[in-house]
Nanobody, 126 residues
């Protein structure tokens, strides 16, 4: 059984940093799409990831580019999202997601992802 478990969310002031982790069990990441999505309060989950990696290509949405960094700890089968210079508009539930196929621009498609975590809340105050 595949499980994705996020952790590391919390409350910070604007300009602060948080590091989110996504621990993957039951599935060994093998170079396909791995992404983070977010859902702001009162809004639907965004249809495209804010960041994804396929092991070769890494994509960042303009809203997070230069502030967020995705990395992988293969030994721990964990994906990490380092978030710096946080802004109030980054407040959201953050979800990691994994696919067993696809790479490159296909990773922008939400329907590629078949495994999802339960989410971790990030709140940024001004």
């Amino acid at each position: 059984q595949v499980q994705l478990v996020e952790s590391g969310g919390g409350s910070v002031q604007a300009g602060g940093s948080l590091s989110l982790s996504c621990a993957v069990s039951g599935y060994t990441y093998s170079g396909h799409c791995m992404a983070w999505f977010r859902q702001a309060p009162g809004k639907e989950r965004e249809g495209v990831p804010i960041v994804y990696t396929d092991g070769g290509v890494t994509y960042y949405a303009d809203s997070v580019k230069g502030r967020f960094t995705i990395s992988q700890d293969h030994a721990k089968n964990t994906v990490i999202l380092q978030m710096n210079s946080l802004k109030p508009e980054d407040t959201a539930m953050y979800y990691c997601a994994a696919s067993t196929w696809g790479y490159g621009s296909i990773c922008l498609q939400r329907n590629v992802y078949i495994y999802w975590g339960q989410g971790t809340q990030v709140t940024v105050s001004s």
